[in-house]
């Protein structure tokens, strides 16, 4: 299995304008496509743990996926 990083944009019950990401880590064997279509329950787990946030859009990406690129070179954050 690969992991997969699940990307949840969660917003305050009580202040719905009060939102930010949080980075779930999945272990998933498929598409980024499949990945956002899996999501739903994992989402519904996360709520239920957090009740004063909920969850308005969610992603996947595979790790890494954010490090700067230079000239066509990736530079490793480490």
């Known amino acids: ?42 989402i519904a787990q996360w709520v239920g743990e957090h009740p004063k946030w909920t969850a308005v859009k969610w992603r996947c990406e595979y790790p890494h996926t954010n490090d700067r690129v230079d000239n066509g070179h990736a530079k490793s954050s480490g």
């Open 1 to 42: 299995m690969n992991s997969v990083n699940l990307i949840v944009t969660v917003c305050a019950v009580l202040a719905p304008a009060q939102c930010e990401d949080t980075h779930l880590v999945l272990s998933f064997n498929g598409s980024l496509r499949q990945c956002a279509m899996a999501a739903p329950p994992h």
